[in-house]
């Protein structure tokens, strides 16, 4: 998972392209990239690190031009690869080129070992670089048109900037698994995965860039064509169930008000008998408090977090995952006390994080601990760009509800529905969302579920 911002036509162009990484920072923190073009040429800077650690004043000053693409990336394997930072930039026949991906392709592997079979030689080992060297081999005439011979060759999820001395192409994969929206400041256009980053500089949303569709932009203005064979849209459901930040508006919807349904519609399916519904911060607190509502027992703050520390998953081994939890988290003793306790968390994977905190929280005092999850069983892993671990390490793939109650130690233990899923985005036949971790039904051919290991880091966009 990454996020990616792009800005064309404003002298600010790398501030603001620092600014919306920063917005989007809770999308990757692996590394950070900005790539500006000042209507010649480009300036550089990628970096291991967060946005605020990797910009100073005197590398934004230097990154001249009206122009810039940014890229923020999601560790997973916990190897810092300085070499994947993106965004990419290359040399090539039709001149410069940088390219920021969020996605990841489903046949990369193929169509890599056929371009090293050709003699491509690739300098780090994400799935983006195929892409360049598929544009590379295009015989097509204009950039735009190398864009779309190669992409008609990949398979999967992407949202793509490109940008080259004197435009930014912007791309999104016809099934629009990622998000990408289109927005104005000024005279400027603005890319970003998620609307925070234009409210941050008070740029104002458009609308997606649609599931299929190219949006060109230079100094003539902006050009729109769909030139994929239109697919079925199959956005990517775990984006509003975890992913993005709750302030966005993801496909047109916002983001906290649809977790709040998952909660109610949650508490209508899995009541519990208890005096106290609390939220595992962030992502479980938008669902704890519709469960709230819905239920009408009463919210509160059992579980602070510490803003320190990054998001436990990203931690590279079990070890450190397990320890991380604990610094992430603490529990109020005062809240808990006595209390018979809904805990509301938006997903389980493995049921190490879930252990934890059922834990912690009766240590802390509860009397009763029952633990709610605002999605479905994650029992599928995900191709598309969100990382999940092989089948066999998703619990839920491998035990049933109760067997996972009794792991996480829990009093009870209930999830919400597939169809409770949908109805809550708007979506009760699944047929416009992505809900392949929950259903194990792939939107796109993926080869063999059950033996290949799904999006790792090398492979991440
Ligand atoms: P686990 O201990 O493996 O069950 O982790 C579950 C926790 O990880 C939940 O609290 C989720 O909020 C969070 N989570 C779920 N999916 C992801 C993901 N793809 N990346 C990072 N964190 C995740």
Same mark, same amino acid.
């Given at each position: 998972?990454?996020?990616?911002?792009?800005?064309?036509?404003?002298?600010?162009? &790398?501030?603001?392209?620092?600014?919306?990484?920063?917005?989007?920072?809770?999308?990757?923190?692996?590394?950070?990239?900005?790539?500006? %073009?000042?209507?010649?040429?480009?300036?550089?800077?990628?970096?291991?690190?967060?946005?605020?650690?990797?910009?100073?004043?005197?590398?934004?000053?230097?990154?001249?031009?009206?122009?810039?693409?940014?890229?923020?990336?999601?560790?997973?394997?916990?190897?810092?690869?300085?070499?994947?930072?993106?965004?990419?930039?290359?040399?090539?026949?039709?001149?410069?080129?940088?390219?920021?991906?969020?996605?990841?392709?489903?046949?990369?592997?193929?169509?890599?070992?056929?371009?090293?079979?050709?003699?491509?030689?690739? @300098?780090?080992?994400?799935?983006?670089?195929?892409?360049?060297?598929?544009?590379?081999?295009?015989?097509?005439?204009?950039?735009?048109?190398?864009?779309?011979?190669?992409? /008609?060759?990949?398979?999967?999820?992407?949202?793509?900037?490109?940008?080259?001395?004197?435009?930014?192409?912007?791309?999104?994969?016809?099934?629009?698994?990622?998000?990408?929206?289109?927005?104005?400041?000024?005279?400027?256009?603005?890319?970003?995965?998620?609307?925070?980053?234009?409210?941050?500089?008070?740029?104002?949303?458009?609308?997606?860039?649609?599931?299929?569709?190219?949006?060109?932009?230079?100094?003539?203005?902006?050009?729109?064509?769909?030139?994929?064979?239109?697919?079925?849209?199959?956005? +990517?459901?775990?984006?509003?169930?975890?992913?993005?930040?709750?302030?966005?508006?993801?496909?047109?919807?916002?983001?906290?008000?649809?977790?709040?349904?998952? $909660?109610?519609?949650?508490?209508?399916?899995?009541?519990? /008998?208890?005096?106290?519904?609390?939220?595992?911060?962030? &992502? $479980?607190?938008? /669902?704890?408090?519709?469960?709230?509502?819905?239920?009408?027992?009463?919210?509160?703050?059992?579980?602070?977090?510490?803003?320190?520390?990054?998001?436990?998953?990203?931690?590279?081994?079990?070890?450190?995952?397990?320890?991380?939890?604990?610094?992430?988290?603490?529990?109020?003793?005062?809240?808990?006390? #006595?209390?018979?306790?809904?805990?509301?968390?938006?997903?389980?994977?493995?049921?190490?994080?879930?252990?934890?905190?059922?834990?912690?929280?009766?240590? !802390?005092?509860?009397?009763?601990?029952?633990?709610?999850?605002? &999605?479905?069983?994650?029992?599928?892993?995900?191709?598309? @760009?969100?990382?999940?671990?092989?089948?066999?390490?998703?619990?839920?793939?491998?035990?049933?509800?109760?067997?996972?109650?009794?792991?996480?130690?829990?009093?009870?233990? @209930?999830?919400?529905?597939?169809? #409770?899923?949908? !109805? %809550?985005?708007?979506?009760?036949?699944?047929?416009?969302?992505?809900?392949? +971790?929950?259903?194990?039904?792939?939107?796109?051919?993926?080869?063999?579920?059950?033996?290949?290991?799904?999006?790792? !880091?090398?492979?991440?966009?």
């Amino acid at each position: 998972m990454c996020g990616i911002f792009g800005i064309f036509g404003n002298s600010e162009a &790398s501030n603001l392209t620092y600014l919306g990484l920063h917005a989007l920072q809770h999308r990757g923190q692996e590394s950070a990239g900005i790539v500006s %073009a000042d209507g010649r040429t480009f300036h550089v800077r990628r970096e291991m690190g967060l946005v605020q650690d990797v910009f100073g004043a005197r590398h934004l000053e230097a990154l001249a031009g009206r122009a810039a693409i940014g890229h923020v990336r999601y560790s997973t394997s916990g190897v810092s690869q300085h070499k994947n930072a993106q965004p990419l930039t290359v040399e090539y026949s039709l001149g410069k080129l940088a390219v920021a991906h969020n996605g990841n392709l489903t046949n990369a592997p193929q169509l890599r070992a056929e371009l090293e079979q050709q003699g491509a030689i690739f @300098g780090g080992d994400s799935d983006t670089e195929v892409i360049i060297h598929l544009m590379a081999r295009s015989r097509a005439p204009t950039l735009a048109k190398q864009m779309v011979e190669a992409l /008609a060759k990949v398979q999967g999820s992407y949202s793509l900037l490109f940008l080259t001395p004197t435009a930014i192409v912007a791309v999104r994969d016809p099934h629009g698994f990622r998000p990408l929206v289109l927005g104005k400041l000024r005279d400027a256009t603005v890319f970003a995965s998620e609307t925070t980053a234009l409210d941050l500089m008070g740029a104002t949303l458009l609308r997606e860039v649609d599931p299929g569709e190219m949006v060109v932009v230079d100094d003539m203005g902006m050009r729109s064509s769909r030139p994929f064979p239109a697919d079925r849209p199959t956005r +990517c459901v775990f984006e509003h169930v975890y992913f993005a930040k709750p302030d966005s508006d993801l496909f047109g919807a916002s983001v906290y008000m649809t977790r709040q349904r998952f $909660g109610m519609q949650l508490a209508l399916e899995q009541p519990a /008998a208890a005096d106290l519904v609390i939220g595992v911060p962030d &992502s $479980g607190i938008p /669902a704890a408090i519709g469960y709230s509502k819905a239920s009408g027992i009463p919210y509160d703050v059992g579980l602070i977090r510490s803003h320190y520390v990054g998001r436990t998953f990203i931690e590279p081994q079990q070890s450190i995952r397990h320890f991380g939890v604990k610094l992430k988290l603490a529990a109020v003793r005062e809240v808990l006390k #006595g209390k018979r306790v809904v805990v509301v968390d938006d997903s389980i994977v493995r049921g190490t994080t879930s252990r934890k905190i059922v834990t912690m929280i009766k240590a !802390a005092g509860a009397s009763e601990v029952h633990m709610r999850i605002s &999605s479905p069983p994650t029992r599928w892993p995900c191709y598309y @760009g969100i990382d999940t671990p092989r089948r066999a390490e998703l619990i839920a793939a491998t035990q049933p509800v109760e067997e996972i109650a009794r792991f996480i130690t829990a009093d009870s233990l @209930g999830y919400l529905s597939v169809e #409770g899923l949908g !109805a %809550a985005v708007g979506d009760p036949e699944s047929k416009t969302f992505c809900m392949a +971790c929950f259903t194990g039904k792939y939107p796109t051919p993926i080869r063999n579920v059950e033996d290949e290991a799904p999006v790792r !880091a090398a492979a991440r966009g």
